[in-house]
């Protein structure tokens, strides 16, 4: 038998769960509209020749493998060069942290497109030639490693100090502690941040067709002046950008949760 408050407790949840669901309906609907008003004044509009779609779209697709490629390669340089910079922070010899202060404060106060200008067109002039894709990774990696490092750096000062100070009494030394107790608990702090700027980063590596790298943004380009109809392929890319930015930022939330999961067992198992 249950009584009145079990009851009553059923009542209330279905009732809630009810509200969620109607509310996810009317989301999803509102989603759906606003997409097809879109839709429509895309192709209303601007005159849209389905012909020109089928050869243009998959062309401009062609170059996600590129924007991928150059993302996730920039992301692992930006990673190290964010680690490297956050130790250089929390050094205390003076020079170490000078050269860390001195990257972050440069990389973060010069424009990423002019970095990029520099390592395509500047570093021939001293005879150093590099393809494009390498040009991509150096500057984004170095932009994106110099603000990352400050991540890193909150990440593992917001490790608790007693955590150190329990590490020093059983014996530790600061290298064996930094890697077993402080950087695992860091590295679960820092690795949001780490989606959000691969997030980002996806996005500013459209910057890369200024030096001439075949990403989506050059492929929309070059095929739009090609026929007059560069809106159209924009709006391809743009279209392209999004889809990608929905699909790894659901994939960072999964993440993120799984994270948060493994949290609650650990403080439930406690």
Not at 59 to 81: D, H, K, P, R
Not at 219 to 227: F, L, S, T, V
Request: hydrophobic fraction near 55%.
């Amino acid at each position: 038998m249950h009584t009145d408050a079990e009851l009553l407790a059923k009542a209330v949840a279905k009732d809630e769960a009810r509200r969620a669901a109607r509310w996810q309906l009317r989301f999803r609907l509102g989603w759906a509209a606003l997409l097809g008003l879109l839709a429509a004044f895309v192709f209303l509009s601007l005159n849209v020749e389905v012909d020109f779609l089928t050869r243009a779209t998959p062309f401009i697709i062609e170059g996600i493998w590129i924007t991928l490629a150059v993302s996730s390669a920039s992301i692992v340089l930006a990673t190290l060069l964010a680690a490297l910079g956050a130790l250089g922070r929390l050094s205390s010899n003076a020079v170490v942290n000078a050269i860390a202060s001195f990257y972050v404060s440069f990389f973060r106060g010069t424009p990423l497109i002019l970095q990029l200008l520099v390592w395509y067109l500047a570093l021939p002039q001293v005879g150093i030639i590099l393809d494009p894709i390498f040009c991509a990774i150096g500057a984004l990696g170095m932009n994106y490693g110099a603000y990352m490092t400050e991540i890193f750096r909150a990440g593992i000062q917001a490790v608790p100090l007693g955590q150190r100070e329990a590490a020093a009494a059983l014996g530790m030394s600061g290298g064996t502690s930094f890697r077993r107790i402080i950087a695992p608990q860091a590295f679960r702090i820092i690795v949001p941040a780490i989606g959000n700027d691969f997030v980002a980063m996806l996005k500013d590596s459209a910057l890369a067709s200024t030096v001439a790298l075949h990403e989506i943004v050059w492929r929309a380009r070059n095929i739009g002046q090609k026929e007059f109809k560069t809106l159209q392929t924009f709006i391809i890319a743009a279209m392209i950008y999004w889809t990608l930015t929905i699909v790894f930022t659901a994939v960072q939330n999964r993440i993120e949760s799984r994270l948060a999961a493994g949290d609650r067992n650990k403080a439930v198992k406690g």
